[in-house]
Structure formats: structure tokens, C-alpha cells
């Protein structure tokens, strides 16, 4: 009877272009419920009942069930999203939690919600969630130099130091990173860590020459004349209109006594800029300092 019914199937499977589409569906229907009832899913004209009867689920447990499903975190985040469009951050935040909570393992999601709290001036929440996202994946760039830079916002700058030194050491083409790193070392005195970072930024990147100029200051502090001077010489190499240098290698003349070059560095960023202020201004306290009352007149 199997047989004959699966034969059945087949012609009209066969037979199907050459029906109407009214026809077509008629057919497929039956076809569908002939194996159906042959396979004993169907007795007696009627499905099979469950042989149990379902659970009754309230409305409030059928809620819970929905949002414990992992895949509801992607419609609690479309929510978030559009809570931020209307301007309601506590909200955007409230349904932003909720999906980090059912997906725990996102660092992208925490990441999200440590901005939404730092857009409401929550710097101590947006530390806890960033911790938290770092503590299952340490070695995420992106969250490390958002934990630093809140971190340095907070003035706690011992964290903000050690993510920025894990990020170096992650990716040591992160060249913002050397700049914000150095000048926390300098800031604080700490001028081998600062030396450090910056031969570090111009030995992945030796055109930098911002990190050819900050490594010159360094040295400048450190009376390490020679160093300075040729940092700053290859800071103006690199970067001619670069007057910051051209000041900078004035103080180098200076602590090296070398006072007869330093009215020819003058003129040179006078030329360059005759309505420079400043380099008059100096160039005339030079002139007093050296007790050379004529040319500081003019």
C-alpha cells in the first residue's frame, strides 16, 4: 500500500508542469498528507497528539524565556542604538547591559557600553566594564587603548601607563600610542621610559619627525647637547617649516655657549616669517643678555 501510495507521489510530481498553479497546490497537498498518513503520523484523520500535554507558559515566563534566548542580544542592541538616535543614553545603556549579559564573551558589546557611560560623564562604570571585557580578552588593542585613555582621563596614570606599554608591545605600529606614552613619561619625569618610547616610535617610524623633536627636548633636559642638536637638526630635515626646532636648537646654542650662531637662527626664522613676534621679541632679550644695547634697539 506504501508502494502504491509513493507511486502515486511520483506521477503527480511528474505531471506537475503541465497542471495549473490551482491544480498544482491541490495536488502537492494531497500527495503530502497520502505519506503522512502512510507513515503513521496521522490516525484516524486527526494528527497525532503529544503524549503529554504542553506546559501552560504565562505571559511573564514567556517573556523571560524570549530574553534568555543569546540570539534576543542583537535586538537588544538594535534597541540600544535606537534609544541613542532618540537621545535617551540611561536607556541605551539599561538595554546595552542587558545584552552583554546574555552574551558575556563580547568585547565589541562592553566596549559600546563603556562609551555610553562615558557620554554620560559614568567614568568609574566605563572602568568596571572595560576591566571586565579585558579580563576574557586581554589582548584586545582596541579596548586596551580605550581603558588607557579613560584611565588617563582619571588621572589614574600607573594603568593608563601599563595599557599603553601592553599595547606597544602588541602592535608596535600604533603611533599615536608612543606619542600619548612618551609624553606621560616626560610629564612625570621619568625621562629614560620617555627616551625609551620615543626611540621606539622613530625606529618603526623614522620620518616621524615629531618623535625626532620630543626625543631632542628629552635631551635638551638632560644638558645632552649633542643628542639634542641632532635630533633637532633631523626634526627640520624632515620637516623644514618646523620653527619649534629652529627655537629649540637656539637653547642648544645657548647651553653650549655658542652665542655667535644664535643671531644667524633668528634671521632665519625672521626670514621665513617676518611677522614672527616672537623670534623679534627674543632675539632682542638676546641682545640684552649679551649686554649688546645697539642691536637690541633695533
Known sequence: MKLRAIETVAIRIHNFKKQSMKSIWLNLLISAAAVLILSGCVKTGRLAQPSTAPETVSPSNKTASIVEQPENRYAYFLRSRLQVKKGNLPQAALLLKKAVTLDDDSTY??????????????????????????????????????????????????????AYEKVLSLDPKQKTIYLI???LYTEEQALE???????????HFPENYVGHFFLGKIYLKQLKYKEAEAAFQQSLNLEPNLDEAR?????????QG?????????????????????????????????????????
Open 109 to 162: 558589546l562592553k566596549m559600546e557600553l563603556a562609551l555610553l557611560y562615558l557620554q554620560q560623564n559614568e567614568s568609574a562604570k566605563a572602568v568596571k566594564t572595560l576591566k571586565k571585557a579585558l579580563e576574557k580578552d586581554p589582548d584586545h588593542l582596541e579596548a586596551l587603548m580605550l581603558y588607557g585613555k579613560v584611565e588617563q582621563g582619571q588621572k589614574n596614570l600607573p594603568a593608563a601607563k601599563v
Open 181 to 183: 606614552l612618551g609624553a
Open 258 to 298: 655658542k652665542t655667535e650662531e644664535i643671531p644667524g637662527m633668528y634671521q632665519t626664522i625672521i626670514k621665513r616669517n617676518p611677522e614672527s613676534i616672537r623670534s623679534a621679541m627674543e632675539m632682542g632679550y638676546f641682545y640684552h643678555e649679551i649686554d649688546n644695547r645697539s642691536e637690541a634697539e633695533k
Open 193 to 203: 621610559d620617555a627616551i625609551r618610547t620615543y626611540e621606539g616610535l622613530i625606529s
Open 247 to 255: 627655537y629649540a636648537l637656539i637653547d642648544v646654542l645657548k647651553g
